[in-house]
């Protein structure tokens, strides 16, 4: 009875390629997020969508399109692969409202050779 | 600009020492801040929620403090267990509900 689920755990691939990382979440909550946590450990937020709706969009590159057909999915598809987008992504959800913490996946480590 | 540091990126104490980690932030007001654990290879796991209204809150051998005026927050783990290693981060969140930002983390290795 995973909360939040995100596939695939692990993605290798070249340079170049296009990506696609799938999050589910059964928790019922409202909102998803997506972070990326660099290899410093730092968790950046990069979007963040309410009920299908776009209400986050941190200075993240065209490249990154996040996807949401429904409350309880957030799909990120990764355009043209660089370096640089090799960390680890993690899904998260939560309830809009104030004061309510948010329940993360537990990640996908993408490398790009 | 916003600013979040954890006191130091690593903490080594002796099982059964009360551990205590700094969470500072600058340029920021922010309505509550959150505490989490990280364990490799998995996903943040919440642990506290405090609301910049109150002083300290407390859950089983955790304790958190929030001082608006020094822009600081101390997460004590009393009577640590070796079981208590871990990295731990700090997470504030401003007026625009939701959208949390968090500190680089602070991992706390306990010694048996």
């Known amino acids: 009875d995973t909360a939040v689920s995100q596939t695939p755990k692990y993605l290798v691939t070249q340079m170049g390629n296009d990506k696609s990382i799938k999050c589910e979440q059964n928790l019922g909550h409202d909102t998803m997020y997506w972070y990326k946590q660099d290899s410093k450990k730092f968790l950046k937020i990069m979007f963040s969508?309410?009920?299908?709706?776009?209400?986050i969009n941190e200075t993240v590159p065209n490249r990154f399109s996040p996807k949401s057909p429904d409350k309880a999915h957030l799909n990120l598809h990764i355009n043209s692969l660089e370096l640089g987008d090799s960390a680890v992504y993690f899904c998260a959800s939560g309830d809009r409202a104030s004061y309510q913490p948010q329940h993360f996946g537990d990640g996908t480590r993408l490398s790009i050779l | 600009s916003q600013k979040i540091e954890q006191n130091s990126e690593a903490l080594n104490i002796q099982e059964g020492k009360t551990a205590t980690l700094t969470c500072n932030y600058t340029n920021y007001s922010p309505a509550y801040l959150q505490w989490y654990r990280q364990d490799p290879g998995r996903g943040p796991v919440f642990l506290l929620l405090?609301?910049?209204?109150?002083k300290e809150k407390r859950k089983e051998r955790l304790k958190v403090t929030f001082d608006t005026t020094l822009k600081q927050s101390l997460f004590h783990i009393t009577a640590s267990q070796p079981a208590d290693s871990a990295t731990y981060l700090c997470a504030l969140d401003g007026t625009n509900a939701g959208k949390s930002t968090f500190g680089d983390g602070t991992t706390l290795t306990v010694k048996p």
């Open positions: 969508y309410n009920n299908k709706e776009l209400i």
């Open positions: 405090i609301r910049e209204n109150e």
